[in-house]
Every structure is written in C-alpha cells, then in structure tokens.
C-alpha cells in the first residue's frame, strides 16, 4: 500500500483500505492503475479552437449574486438578434475576491460560421447604459499581436525598497542636463565612500525635484513632467502639457495638478497670474478636471488638502473646495455644491494632519471695516475661531508640522505714513478642548520655521537697522511655546545679529542650522554667502556648537534620518566652485566632492511615521486587547486555510473514486464467480483464514571427509 500512496499523495484511502475485499483490490489492481493514471497524465489536452469562441466586452459589472437575472437580460436581447444561445456555453468570470465580474464573458459557439455570426450581431448592441463589443477570439489574439507591446514593467517594480535600508540615504543631482541618483555611504557597508545607482536609462532633465514621499524622481521640460522610480529609476509616467509653469502634487502622492501662466501689467508692474489649471490621478495619469478663466489667482491662490481629499481654489470672495476622485465641488449643509463665501479672502492655507483651513480676509479699502482671521474645519465648513483686528496690512499663516499649533506674521499699516511698520506674531493653540490665542510684537519677520516636533520651538530671522553700517540686517530669534498657560519666551542664547537668510531644523529636532544662502538674482557683491552656524536647542537653552563656511553656497538641507546636512554650490554661480558638502549633525564636514557643471542637488525624502503619535500611544495602551483580536482572526483564517484544504483533497478523493476505483471494483466484483470457476475453489481471503507459515528441510546428501592434521592443529 506504500506505493499507492506515493503515487497518491493528495487522496487519503484510509476508510476504502478497511475493507478487506476493498484491500486485496487495490494490492491486485495497483499496476494497472498506475499504468492508466500515468496514460490519461501524458495525454495532450484537447486543441481549443479560437475561431469557434466570442469575446464580449465592455458589460456592466455585476455582483454574483446578479448573475442569473444578468443572463436572462443577455438572452432575451440575444434572441431578438435572432440569436439561440446555450447559457452553458457561456462563461462569466468574476475577479478573485469573487465581489464582482470583470465585465466580460465568452461563448462557445461550436463552429467557425456560427461564432463570426454572433459576434457580427452582438458587436456594438446597447446592454443598460454600456455599448458592448464582440470580436472571435482569434481575431483577438491577431490584433494583441499587431499592437507594440509597451513597456509597463514599473507596475512590477517595487518603489519602496529604499526605504528598507536603514542608515544610507539617497540623493540626487544633475549635471548639465543629466540627473544622477547615488547613495550616500555604501548601503551593503563595503564602503563609506557614495555609491551611484545603477540607471535603467538616462535621465535628462535641467530641474529635478522629488515627490513629497520621495516615491518619484520627477523631471521638468518643455513637453512637461516625466516621473522615474524603482531601484535603477525607470521612467514610470509621462504627463504632456506644454509651457508648464508650475506643478503640485497631494501629499499622499495621489493627486497631481499643473498650471501655466500670463502676464499682466497692473499698475506699471509686471505680475504673472494663473492662465490654466489641470488635475490628474497620479495612478491613473487620467485627467480629472481642468480649470480656466483666472481673474488675478496665482500659484498660491490653490492647495491640496494634508490626505489629498480635497483641492481648495481661492477667488474672488469665495473658496472652492473639490472632492477627488470626481473633483465635484463640496456640498454645504443643505445638500448644495456651492463655494464658501470668503468676503475680501487673500490667502489660505491648510492644515498639515487635519482638515483646517487658516484664511484671512483683508480690510477693505477707505473702510473701517476690520480684518480677519479664521479656523474653518472641512467638510462641515464650520467656523472654529475667528479674530478681527483693526489696520492690518497683510498677514501670513504658518502651520505647526504636527498641526496643533499656528503662527500668524501680522503686518500692521504704518501710523501716519512714517514708514516703519509694525509687526507682530501671534500663535494659536488648537486641541480637542480648547484654542488659545498669544501675541508678541516686533520689527518685520522675514521667515519664520516650526521645530517639526513637540519641543515647540520655532525661529525667526527679523529684520533691524545696524547702526554700525547704517542698513537693515537680519537677526536670528529663537522662541520656546508653553501650552498651560499658552505662552511665548524668546531664548536670549538663540538671538544672533547675523546677516542670515535660511533656517533648517533637524527632522528630529533640536539641531538646527541657520545659514545665508546666495541667491540666483539680486546678490550682492561682496558679500559674504554660504557660512552654515549650527545650533543645538533644548527648553529654554539654545548652544552654538558649530561654524562652517561653504563659499557661495546656494541650497543646503537635513537629510530625512536627521543625521547628515548638506549644501551645494552651482556652477550658475560660479563654474569653480560647483561642489557640494556633506556635514554630520554636529556640523563637521565628512565629505567635499568637487562637480564640475553642478546645476542641482537635493536629498531623497522620506515618507513620516504612517501612524500618528496619538494612535501610537492608544496602541501601546491597548496591546492586550490587540495580541487577542488578532490571534482570532488568525485562528480563523487558520481554520478558513484548513477547510480549504480538506475540502480540495475530499474533491481530489471522490473524483478518483468515481473515475478509477469504484468502475473497477464494481467490475472486479461482478467477475469473482468466473475466477472461482477457474480456481476450483473459493477465492482466497485473509481475513477468513489464520495463516502461519512452516519451514521444512530435506537431507539430498551425506558424505564424511578427512580433516588434514595442519587444519586439526589449529583448530585445539
């Protein structure tokens, strides 16, 4: 019985073997079966002809449970084309997870004349709102091979493999117009020195930038954006739009918009106002909505929503807010896909974790009318917080990266046309209990950036009037927020009177680099560009740890891990001193590379924490009750798995013994008579029967032979 079940792995004879008469079969009848089993297995499978068969697509999707009411509908339409279908000639398939069919089916029509028949007939015909079409099944495959077959192997490519590596991160630069993509340190440590990756084919592209998740390489031209990913950065899409001025995409990477623009003279000044807007699916690369006629909107005038859920279009006293995928606009309270009136609106800006909008809506002109800032929370539109204040000019937003916080730069009309003007930043505190508002004045803020963690610290460059030289100079200013009681407090370590025009903070805080970066335009001669003042900051202490000087520098920026700093010169600036360097996080440099014809360089992002602080504290607090949700539902899909397998091997059973076993024991059975006749005597059965078994010896011969006396010797 062991070579039954080698050669039957999958079926268990367990209750057939028990029957003895069943047994003494099997051991008698095991070659033949092998023999017929290996027979059917080494047959060719039947030829299908692809001329007798129809393809019809494009019908409406449906449910399983649809089905049948489905081809009822399809005949009664069929036979009107005085077509007579098997319904057992059809086939539907539905996808794997068995929710809904993939809007085809496909007949089989017995011969060559009937299937060009039935495809003339049915090609074209209405079925509900859908327009279905059917070709013969060869001429499918003749077209498939007629067509050049494009290359879509990024949908196998996997775009997320560099985040595995722990340590190196990736940047890239372009050289002329070649954009390269190396490693910084060695991710398989066989070295420290960079590492460049391997393209799949050049990139060509002056302006590069990367997606908001570092998913994408995206490249800028005349004919408009290409898109490269993968471990080599194969090209992965392609959106044609000529003089593109600008583009932005969500920041889940979903959603891509691209806009160009006009010029237009106001008030003898040249200003560049939006002409065209469109929206893609970046998945799809399929055009969702475009928008034109702009009156006076430019690039700030639109934004994406945190999670790519909504597109917010600023005009004229109103803000349109679209839903993706199908850029409807948002209904109100009573059903009404209306724009929110924004009387006097200037400028928005939305949250970075939640569905906030911050806008301000100006004063309006020889009116006494005050100005105003809002918190409006979408899709409810309601109103969260409002603040009006009498004679501001202008007003900036400026959102905490975790969003629980907001910085407003208010700009205050000069009193009296002196000309010095008043400024003054207020941060609001937003949480599920409360919003609180604090407010410090000072000389006018030129940039201000948020510590991206729950330290609550940000920093200012100001301008103030040296009085040495007589001109206006930029002081940094660093500040620490407490929340109970809201309160700000200027660290007086963090004030420097530097000529300074950049901030960066560490991705993980605390480190933070101030720097004066040259400028493409407007510069000046002379002056001194690219020194790199590197700070450490905790409470309410702030420590200058490090200087560096990087001649003409004209970019600089933290890596995503926080532990790497770079800045880069172009050869724009100056051809001899194109090179970029690479600082550790307490500003010491750890690589200079000289690039001759440098035009760009820029770290690789990396996509945050998937999950929120919040909901990381809530895991760690119900662990308990997650190990026992989750080892249920794996106790299920164990049992799921197991009945699924028990279920394939009782199929696999019946079938061989409806095919093999049973025709042949019943066969076996209804002969016994005839090979009893044969045998004079009853079959032999071992279950009827005690068999032992006896040995018996018989002596053929005796003969006695002397023993030589050598042999005899040895032998005592």
């Not at 084919?201 to 408009?224: C, H, M, N, Q, V």
Request: net charge neutral; hydrophobic share 35%.
């Amino acid at each position: 019985m062991k070579e039954l079940y080698e050669l039957l792995p999958d079926i268990d004879l367990t209750k057939e073997v028990e029957d003895p008469k069943m047994k003494n079969f099997l051991k008698q009848a095991f070659y033949d079966l092998k023999s017929e089993i290996k027979r059917e297995a080494e047959l060719p499978m039947p030829k299908m002809e692809l001329e007798e068969y129809v393809i019809v697509s494009n019908l409406p999707i449906i449910p399983p449970e649809k089905k049948d009411k489905f081809m009822e509908v399809f005949l009664n339409i069929s036979k009107k084309l005085g077509l007579n279908l098997d319904v057992k000639k059809i086939e539907m398939p539905f996808k794997d997870d068995g929710k809904e069919s993939w809007g085809c089916m496909f007949i089989e029509c017995g011969d060559v004349k009937s299937a060009d028949s039935i495809a003339t007939k049915l090609n074209n015909v209405k079925v509900g709102k859908n327009t279905i079409k059917a070709i013969i099944m060869a001429d499918n495959e003749k077209i498939l091979k007629s067509v050049p077959i494009e290359d879509h192997s990024y949908s196998q490519v996997d775009l997320h493999k560099w985040m595995l590596e722990p340590i190196a991160q990736q940047y890239a630069m372009s050289i002329v117009n070649d954009v390269k993509v190396w490693w910084h340190t060695d991710p398989e440590r066989k070295t420290m020195d960079p590492v460049d990756i391997k393209l799949a084919a050049p990139i060509s592209g002056k302006t590069f930038s990367w997606s908001p998740k570092g998913t994408y390489l995206i490249t800028r031209d005349e004919e408009g954006l290409s898109f490269y990913g993968g471990p080599n950065m194969c090209k992965l899409k392609d959106f044609k739009h000529k003089k593109i001025a600008g583009f932005k995409i969500s920041l889940n990477e979903e959603y891509l918009y691209i806009y160009d623009l006009q010029e237009k003279k106001e008030d003898e000044v040249k200003a560049e106002w939006m002409r065209s807007l469109r929206v893609y699916s970046l998945q799809t690369e399929k055009e969702l909505r475009e928008f034109s006629g702009f009156q006076n909107e430019n690039a700030k005038s639109v934004g994406w929503s945190f999670d790519g859920k909504y597109l917010a279009k600023m005009s004229k006293d109103v803000l349109s807010v679209y839903e993706t995928p199908e850029m409807h606009m948002l209904m109100d309270g009573q059903g009404k896909r209306i724009s929110i009136k924004a009387e006097n609106i200037s400028a928005f800006v939305w949250n970075k974790t939640n569905n906030l909008i911050a806008l301000f809506k100006e004063s309006p002109k020889q009116t006494s009318q005050p100005s105003m800032v809002q918190i409006m929370s979408i899709p409810s539109r309601e109103v969260l917080y409002t603040k009006s204040t009498q004679g501001v000019e202008g007003c900036k937003f400026i959102w905490h990266p975790l969003g629980h916080m907001l910085a407003i730069i208010s700009t205050y009309k000069a009193p009296g046309g002196s000309g010095l003007k008043r400024t003054t930043i207020g941060i609001l505190s937003i949480d599920k209990r409360k919003i609180e508002y604090v407010v410090e004045e000072t000389t006018e803020v030129v940039l201000l950036k948020w510590e991206p963690t729950k330290d609550n610290h940000f920093a200012i460059l100001r301008t103030e009037k040296d009085r040495v030289v007589d001109k206006m100079e930029t002081v940094l200013e660093i500040y620490n927020v407490t929340t109970e009681p809201l309160k700000m407090h200027r660290i007086p370590e963090g004030s420097h009177p530097y000529a300074l025009s950049h901030i960066h903070w560490s991705p993980l805080g605390r480190l933070m680099v101030a720097t004066r970066l040259l400028p493409k335009v407007n510069y000046l001669s002379g002056a001194i560009y690219g020194t790199q003042y590197f700070f450490f900051i905790k409470g309410i202490q702030a420590h200058s740890i490090n200087t560096e000087s990087h001649d003409n520098a004209c970019g600089a920026g933290w890596d995503p891990s926080g532990r790497y700093y770079a800045s880069f010169c172009t050869s724009e600036i100056r051809q001899e001193l194109d090179a970029f360097k690479i600082y550790n996080c307490f500003g010491e440099t750890i690589l200079n590379e000289q690039v001759p014809k440098l035009t760009n360089w820029h770290w690789r992002k990396r996509p945050v924490a998937i999950l929120g602080e919040e909901v990381i504290e809530k895991i760690d607090k119900n662990l308990a009750e997650y190990g026992k949700k989750y080892k249920q539902m794996d106790k299920e899909a164990q049992q799921k798995m197991t009945a699924s397998v028990t279920g394939e091997k009782q199929a696999k059973l019946e079938t061989f013994l409806k095919k093999y076993l049973r025709p042949k024991f019943e066969k076996y059975e209804k002969e016994q008579k005839e090979r009893e006749a044969i045998l004079g005597h009853p079959e032999f059965n071992k279950a009827e029967y005690d068999c032992k078994e006896y040995f018996e010896e018989e002596l053929v011969e005796e003969k006695l032979e002397p023993i030589p006396k050598q042999s005899l010797i040895s032998i005592l």
